[in-house]
Structures are given as C-alpha cells and as structure tokens.
C-alpha cells in the first residue's frame, strides 16, 4: 500500500509541473503563478548577469519579465522529453530557445528540478547545457 501511495503523490507532483510547462508555454500567468507558492526559491545557475537565487513570486515573475526583455519575446520552452518523480523532487529534461537583437541566438538542453509541496513548486534549480554560453547570452 505504501509504494502505491507514493506512486500517486509523486503523479500528483509530476501533473503540477506538467501544469507549469503547459501554462508557460500558452502564457498562461494566472495559472503559473497559482503554481507556485508564494515564498518559492528560484535558482538561476551560472556568473551571468541574471544569474541567482530568487526568493518569492514576485521576484520570480520579475526574471521571467527579464528572459522576455532580453529575448524580446522569443524566449520558449521548445520540448519537454521526460518529467520524472522522486518522493517531491520532480525533474524535467527539456530544450529551450531565445533570439535577440544583433542576431544572437541560444538552442539548448537543460534539466530543470522541481520540489513540489502541498500542491506548489517551492523550490526549482536549472541545470544548462552549457552554462557559459547561457550567461554570456543573457548578459
């Protein structure tokens, strides 16, 4: 009985990021902010400009505003290949894309890692490709 508890409580999990992708993906921003909880921890990884750790929705949705800044609203989650469950941690091996003025352009893998919590992402780290492109692009 415990193992399919867990096997439920993590589909629970992976359905919320699934929600996440889909929202992101149609602009969907009521919807990806009810995803969160209010006092998520967003780490950008790498030395560039945007790189950090976000704390709260707020803080978030003002990196997403950035990402759309830069990328002039090009940026995009192109695929989602695999989203995968451990107990709350939940990951995501996806490919992402963003093009701005001067003709720079990123094309990327990467692997985003989820901890969901009574229904809200509380806390994601990203994982790039290669980071030192990532930051010389959004820098």
Known sequence: MKTQNKSQTEQAHIAVVKTYFDSLAKGDLNTLGSLFA????????????????????????????????????TFKIDSVNAIMANGNLVSAILSFSAKKKGGAEINMKGIDLMKVENGKITEVYLFSEDQQVEDQFWS
């Open 38 to 73: 209010e006092e998520v921890v967003w780490h950008q990884p790498g030395t560039g400009t945007l790189s950090g750790v976000y704390k709260g929705k707020d803080a978030v949705f003002s990196l997403f505003g950035q990402f759309m800044q830069i990328s002039e609203g």
